[in-house]
């Protein structure tokens, strides 16, 4: 997906191993993004143009209603912080942190865990769930059960990326920002083995990192 106007990504990539190159000098070189980014698959102007065009729409349909915006921690945070400043109504935002994949894997495992539960109640209020991807569904369908039992007065999902073919879970998705190849990604809030979600862009990791 990465045009003409990845140049700034690009540019900042070399000043980000720039940086790393000094910083890392004296250590053993290790996490630089160049040797574990295999492409940028959407760039930073791509990303902000759609998180526009989503906070817009949701701003349209959530004219008038209690809107509180849950991010699904961690990868969702600089979505959710970019979505927010383009939703025009009134809103608030709760935290919810879960754990569905096991460090150093890829897959989901399908058994969710809270970390850190929500700070206030929902019931009435109109849930919009912000998560950061949504690959077999698992995370997100017990996420939609678990908050659905505290009758909220409704409850939708935003996902900034849909790796759309991985479904195993048949999840009904409200607001898509970009549906995706089958390929492990990173950056924007998504981690590599908990590095490099502080990247302005998404991108494919190389196979076997
Ligand atoms: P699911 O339960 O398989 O839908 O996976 C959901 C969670 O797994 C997401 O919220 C992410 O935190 C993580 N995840 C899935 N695919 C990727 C990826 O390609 N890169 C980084 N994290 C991912
Ligand atoms: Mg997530």
Redesign the pocket.
Known sequence: MANGRGCESARWQIAYSQSRSLATSCHRRKFMVQDYLEKILIDEPQLQARIKELGQQISVDYVGKDLLLLC?LK?GVLFLTDLMRQITIPHEIDFLAVS??DKGTRA?SGVVRILKDLDNPINNRHVLIV??????????DYITRLLTARQPASIRICTLLD?HERRAVDIPVDYVGFVIPNE???GYG??LDQKFRNLPFIGVAKSGE
């Open positions: 699904i990868g569905s994949y989901s998560e950061d991807i949504i690959d077999s569904g698992f995370t997100l790796k492990y990604v990173f998504l981690d």
